[in-house]
């Protein structure tokens, strides 16, 4: 099955596939016409080491194709001006853009969608079936590739949790209070968990929170159904507890990942929930304490959050430089033309990002460029069958949703709201971002 409840014909007749593009290697197939196009491409991307995607784009244009003009700028600040290059009449062939406006920018008619392309069922094919919903929509068109992928996970030290006589690393959100508190008490950390409970990032924590406890957000039809799930306000009501009993300290609300990862590495928390790559920023930091930081799954029984940041394809009309295009965003998206992960095999190198194929977790390349310290089997599980995707986030109205859910959060977090208002707060975000209206 694929996303939407697509089996794999009904999906490659959606996706306007051809006998001959599933016959052709993935990374070959539209290379003749690629080839046909002479002028230079733009591609657009967040400032993540610029050197390197300049680098990769390079090793790209240097194997026969076109040249690549990349435009990078701040991550902060990246999708309303992305936005305002897009309203204004640029045409971008390639850009980085976050999964949550995916959607948003096909309806705009900023991006195209991938239907038809050399390829692209394989692609889509060669994913996790867990990841597949966030780069399908449920009317089986394909909207993006992706960027890179991820799963939420504990991050947890080992030797505070033996000086505690705990045995295990917590998984649901009970063991976690359980033993944050135990550590606590027996005065081995003042405030155990650490999270990036800013306000622009809750959102993430909200799926990650609701999944851990088996709780579906939202229905295919975009319906904010966790406000019909018993277990939600059980959510908040454990998310202020963390809080307010100081388990979680108080900074945690404007903290940035470098210093939550610091935090690890100096022993000032012992968990640390969030995305898996963000092990490689603890022992590199070579504290005190990063040797005795590891990585577990979440969600027991259940599932945590997975999540990743996509490319999408721009909205030109030229036939060769579409194609030259779609040429380069498979190599960048996916695979090069002798089937390797090459571009995220960097990635991985870099900063052990992962990408939402199990091709990726089984390559020798790849297996070499991660640090021993990571779980790859586990990793890869976890994408498998330990996390989810939400496909709601990749709907038009999502980032009106978005948006509003950090001041939420936060006003549960600070006391100033009860789990249940919190729920409906929530549930009246989702409703007015689906109506178009601002609360």
């Not at 949790?161 to 950390?189: F, M, R």
Request: aromatic share 12%; with cysteine; charged share 20%.
């Amino acid at each position: 099955m694929v996303a939407g409840g697509l089996d794999r014909r009904a999906f490659l007749k959606a996706g306007g596939a051809t006998a001959l593009a599933a016959l052709v290697a993935p990374g070959l197939a539209g290379r003749a016409e690629a080839a046909g196009f002479t002028g230079t491409l733009d591609m657009l991307a967040w400032d993540f080491q610029p050197d390197t995607i300049k680098k990769l784009v390079g090793e790209w244009t240097a194997k026969g194709n076109a040249t690549v003009e990349v435009a990078v700028i701040p991550n902060l600040g990246y999708s309303p001006a992305l936005q305002t290059r897009l309203r204004g009449g640029g045409v971008i062939d390639l850009y980085y853009n976050f999964a949550y406006n995916s959607q948003k920018f096909i309806d705009q008619g900023w991006a195209s969608k991938l239907n038809g392309l050399p390829g692209v069922d394989d692609m889509v094919a060669d994913m996790f079936e867990s990841a597949r919903a966030a780069y399908v929509n449920a009317a089986g068109d394909i909207i993006s590739a992706p960027y890179f992928s991820a799963v939420h996970m504990m991050h947890y030290n080992q030797r505070m949790l033996k000086d505690a006589g705990i045995a295990a690393a917590p998984q649901t959100l009970k063991e976690v209070y359980d033993a944050s508190k135990t550590l606590k008490d027996k005065n081995i950390v003042a405030s155990p968990y650490v999270a990036y409970w800013v306000k622009e990032f809750c959102e993430e924590y909200l799926h990650t929170y609701l999944l851990n406890e088996g709780v579906t957000a939202f229905d295919t039809a975009g319906k904010p159904v966790f406000a019909d799930d018993p277990k939600t306000e059980g959510v908040f009501e454990w998310w202020q507890a963390m809080y307010q009993e100081g388990l979680a300290p108080k900074s945690v609300l404007n903290d940035d990942p470098g210093k939550l990862s610091n935090q690890m590495a100096q022993g000032e928390a012992a968990f640390f929930v969030l995305h898996h790559y963000f092990l490689s920023s603890i022992r590199s930091l070579g504290g005190p304490e990063s040797a005795n930081v590891m990585q577990g799954p979440i969600g027991g029984a259940n599932h945590t959050f997975q999540i990743g940041e996509v490319l999408q394809l721009g909205a030109g009309e030229d036939p060769a430089r579409r194609e030259a295009a779609w040429d380069l965003m498979k190599f960048y998206g996916w695979k090069d033309s002798a089937g390797k992960f090459t571009v995220f095999n960097q990635w991985a190198k870099a900063a052990g990002l992962a990408a939402p194929y199990p091709g990726f977790f089984k390559d020798p390349d790849v297996i070499a460029a991660f640090p021993e310290y990571f779980d790859l089997p586990m990793i890869s599980k976890t994408f498998e069958t330990g996390s989810k995707v939400v496909p709601a986030r990749t709907l038009p109205w999502y980032p009106d949703f978005q948006a509003k859910v950090g001041d939420v959060v936060h006003a549960l977090l600070l006391g100033q709201a009860t789990p249940k208002q919190t729920v409906e707060g929530l549930t009246a975000a989702a409703n007015s971002a689906q109506k178009g209206r601002s609360l």
